[in-house]
């Protein structure tokens, strides 16, 4: 069995993390099977071997980490076939769609709405400090991860922009992923690849969180996009 390893189940997601929604999505695209463990922060940064979530322990004691690394080594190891009708082109095409997903809407989408915004970080805070007796070391703890993760976004360049500016790039990756996904019914096209789980896991965490931002009125006017994560979340996850 795969061990896969998270931070922390939050909301309806499998993990606060979208990096580790994205493989266990991957993992039932491709029908592996998996334990899903969470590591928590501060213990988190001491196990992960690159200090960041996720990793796995393979069957045969293999440790991976990083998600599209982890994907492309079980793809070799499993012999799995999802991308395998793919030619260049497309690849190459998949491939610009994953660094605008995990290197742009991320940060644009995700993380300053979550971790930037005041009214947003209050409903995040409680969720992520559930189950915790509340106390100056805890909150001092939160107010740390808090800043450590502002400082990673203000150090890439969408954390120089406005914040109308950055809710204006986000929705214009919105606006594409839907252009390109048209009416069909994955990704790629007409068969399930592997991208689909990159672009679940962001749309999880769009379409499936408590906060509130022009950037997610923005997503629910995007029918197609909604549509199409209704329908993966209905198939792979009820
Ligand atoms: N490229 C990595 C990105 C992973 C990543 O950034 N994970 C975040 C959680 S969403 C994390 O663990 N951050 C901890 C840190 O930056 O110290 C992957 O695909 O696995």
Known sequence: MIKVYGLAK??????????????????RLA???????YVPWPQMIERAPRRSVPWIEDADGEVIHDSQRIIDRLTA??????????GARERAQM?????????????????????VEDHNWAIYKKELAAGL???????????????????????????KM???EVRAV????????????????????????SID????????????????SPILAHARTKTRLEAYFRRLQAQYWS
């Not at 029908?31 to 463990?37: N, R, T």
């Not at 991320?106 to 709405?113: E, H, I, N, R, T």
């Not at 789980?197 to 509130?212: D, E, N, R, S």
Request: aromatic share 16%; net charge negative; with cysteine.
């Open 197 to 212: 789980a990159v672009l679940y896991a962001c749309l999880l965490q769009t379409y499936a969180t408590p906060c509130t």
């Open 133 to 159: 007796e509340p106390s100056p070391e805890v909150e001092r703890f939160f107010q740390d991860i808090r800043e450590y993760l502002v400082g990673e976004f203000r150090g890439h360049a969408v954390g």
């Open 10 to 27: 939050t909301w309806d997601f499998p993990d606060a993390s979208p990096y580790v929604c994205k493989l266990v999505m991957w993992l």
């Open 170 to 193: 986000a929705c214009e990756d919105l606006d594409a992923l839907d252009d390109w996904l048209g009416d069909n019914p994955w990704f790629m096209g007409t068969r399930p690849t």
């Open 95 to 115: 491939r610009a769609w994953q660094r605008l997903l995990e290197d742009h809407y991320y940060w644009a989408g995700l993380v300053q709405m979550r971790w």
């Open 77 to 86: 190891k499993r012999h799995i076939a999802l991308d395998a009708h793919l």
């Open 31 to 37: 029908g592996l099977e998996y334990e899903l463990h």
């Open 162 to 164: 406005t914040v109308d």
